[in-house]
């Protein structure tokens, strides 16, 4: 975190420039937004009269139907803005498109692009308040924000927590994220790997890295298995999948090692049987579905804290 944190920050590009105070007001407003959304009728005016333009360069089922779901439970009018099919086919910048959208008076963007940097690229075009969704292999921090939330409601605080995050945590973003994130909410994470895909800049104050992955569900109270990212991945970073399975799969024989009561994560999607085996991903330990329902509320709260609760 920055030493000057922002008391009201107009972007959330990741966690820089957000004090704990403010990050953890997102998650208590999240609880608000649950409400909203077990009421009959799940819509709050809050943001009528807004634009929200979600502007995403890779796929993604989660992150953005959950942002647009979240924007028009809001009341906000929402574009989705498809690159596909876009002037950028063309060769039009990022830039004269982002400019050419805000001429139609957005208000918000939502971001997710392969390259690291876009969604502050997008910030500085635009102007106007933008939530990075994703950004090649840098950040996702409302996906860190869902996570950490999933976990608070099971336990009721983050202090003091475990988290192992097992995978592919070299091209994970959700992993960066979620480390940053949980150890400045006051719980402690271990990132776990084979050696290849075990990034060693990642360890620091809260964070520690092994490749033994029943040392790093030891004592856990959440563990999140990753997907491995193949469409990032060079040759040479994995052996085989067998030898990943036996080492590396979040399965019910490796989770002896955790907490009696704890949980199982996935940000998703689910290869099942490679990084999760099936009868985890859906037995009882298993929050994914939660985190699912959970992103809708927290991706409400942070809508509502930049477009109109900044005070």
Not at 33 to 46: E, N, Q, T
Not at 115 to 132: D, E, L, Y
Not at 199 to 220: C, F, I, M, S
Request: hydrophobic share 40%.
């Amino acid at each position: 975190m920055s030493a000057y944190a922002d008391p009201h920050p107009k972007h959330l590009l990741d966690f820089h420039d957000w004090s704990t105070e403010r990050l953890n007001a997102i998650l208590d407003n999240a609880d608000t937004m649950s409400k909203v959304l077990d009421r009959p009728v799940k819509k709050v005016p809050a943001l009528q009269g807004l634009t929200v333009c979600t502007v995403f360069f890779e796929n993604s089922t989660r992150t953005r139907i959950s942002f647009e779901l979240a924007a028009r439970r809001m009341s906000a009018d929402v574009v989705s803005f498809a690159a596909s099919s876009s002037s950028l086919s063309k060769g039009e910048s990022l830039r004269d498109t982002i400019e050419t959208l805000t001429a139609y008076k957005i208000d918000a963007y939502v971001v997710r692009h392969s390259a690291s940097g876009a969604a502050h690229a997008v910030a500085r075009f635009s102007g106007k308040p933008t939530i990075n969704a994703g950004d090649g292999l840098r950040a996702h921090p409302t996906q860190a924000l869902l996570d950490a939330y999933t976990i608070r409601r099971e336990y009721g605080e983050l202090k003091g927590r475990r988290v192992a995050i097992i995978g592919d945590i070299r091209h994970s973003r959700v992993a960066r994220s979620n480390a940053e994130l949980l150890t400045r909410l006051g719980a402690s994470v271990v990132l776990c790997g084979p050696a290849t895909l075990l990034p060693r800049d990642l360890a620091g104050e809260g964070v520690t890295l092994t490749t033994d992955a029943k040392a790093a569900v030891k004592g856990a109270d959440a563990v999140m298995a990753l997907r491995l990212q193949t469409e990032r991945m060079d040759a040479g970073y994995l052996g085989s999948l067998p030898e990943y399975i036996a080492g590396y799969q979040v399965n019910e024989a490796l989770l002896e090692d955790a907490a009696p009561n704890a949980i199982v994560l996935h940000p998703g999607p689910m290869n099942r049987d490679l990084e999760i085996s099936a009868d985890t991903a859906d037995g009882p330990r298993s929050r994914v579905l939660k985190q699912v329902e959970h992103g809708q509320a927290v991706r409400m709260s942070v809508l509502y804290h930049l477009l109109v609760g900044r005070g």
